[in-house]
């Protein structure tokens, strides 16, 4: 049973959205001998060279990359906490060039991301490539359960013909995934795989003050899927805002989907979707599943202002009671 104890969403034409209203405030700082910076012309050229030291504090690893653009695949194994930060007063731009699934791939621990944009690169050379080919950022382990922290971050699509579908963020088996402040941004009108977020089997997730903007997608997948299947699962989104988002594909059917069972506790307030378009009669601004088929109620605030934008509700195998407030 999806319990649903705060449910307020505004659907409109346009207002105003600040995505980095948050006062910026980095993590906690540690002692100097587990805090790096990473530059080109400095001691430590990539953050893996920084984590090959043995970090004792409880607070973990602090790495802030000082140079505008900063490239590396990075494979997190290991307990300690690590903080990476962008420099600058402006985020740098992280990317990978070599045929990686992904730039970061974390598998154990707690990685928190601050002020950071990441995008794809595509190379020319005997054949076309894009790097990473599938995900941004993959966080998942069965076994150990790791957590992401992201704030005021960016992330860039890529217009790309690819028979894989590709993702800004995908979770997979994962204690907490918080993601505040950050702007996810399409192709406008081009053609794309990539989708935002996807996020699985993860105890708590939390999105808070995020932009999803000019998704034009033909992926099969949601410009947010969230998948809560645990036990006693939480699920936050407020205040994020979906605006100029096109789909085209006859599969994808909404901007933000929700799927859960097992007593889990929804709240979602304060969101905004603006201007969606799509070729398919299917898609629309919100559908959220309820695995156990049973019947429960959810309270909508709901504008009609808008006649291309279609709202969706469903239930596996029994359509929930629905109450449309206009």
């Not at 319990?3 to 910026?24: H, K, N, W």
């Not at 402006?90 to 060039?97: G, P, R």
């Not at 909404?254 to 969101?271: A, C, F, M």
């Amino acid at each position: 049973m999806i319990l649903v104890y705060l449910f307020t969403v505004y659907l409109v034409l346009c207002d105003s959205f600040s995505p980095f209203s948050s006062q910026f405030v980095s993590g906690s700082s540690v002692n100097a001998a587990c805090q790096f910076d990473i530059s080109k012309t400095g001691q430590y050229l990539t953050i893996t060279d920084a984590l090959k030291l043995t970090c004792a504090q409880s607070e973990g690893y602090e790495i802030k990359l000082l140079d505008p653009e900063h490239t590396e695949h990075l494979a997190l194994n290991q307990a300690q906490p690590i903080s990476i930060n962008g420099g600058n007063s402006v985020s740098n731009i992280w990317q990978v060039d070599l045929l990686n699934s992904e730039i970061i791939d974390l598998q154990q621990g707690k990685l928190a991301l601050y002020n950071i944009e990441f995008g794809f690169l595509t190379s020319v050379n005997s054949i076309s490539n894009v790097s990473p080919g599938k995900y941004l950022i993959f966080v998942g382990n069965r076994d150990y359960l790791p957590s992401l922290t992201v704030n005021q971050c960016v992330f860039q699509s890529i217009s790309w013909d690819s028979t894989l579908d590709m993702f800004h963020i995908f979770v997979v088996n994962g204690t907490k995934a918080e993601i505040s402040n950050c702007i996810f941004k399409g192709i406008n009108n081009e053609q794309s795989q990539t989708s935002a977020i996807n996020i699985n089997y993860c105890n708590e997730i939390i999105l808070n003050n995020c932009s999803f903007q000019d998704f034009s997608s033909s992926t099969r997948q949601d410009t947010v899927q969230l998948t809560e299947y645990v036990d006693e699962g939480l699920i936050t989104v407020k205040y994020c805002e979906f605006i100029n988002n096109n789909a085209s594909s006859l599969s994808k059917r909404v901007q933000l989907s929700i799927w859960g069972h097992r007593k889990l506790k929804l709240e979602i307030t304060g969101n905004k979707f603006s201007n969606l378009r799509t070729d398919e009669y299917r898609v629309g601004a919100l559908q959220i599943y309820d695995d156990t088929y049973q019947k429960t109620a959810y309270q909508l605030l709901h504008s009609s202002s808008d006649p291309s934008l279609q709202f969706i509700a469903l239930c596996l195998g029994v359509i929930p009671t629905i109450k449309i407030h206009l």
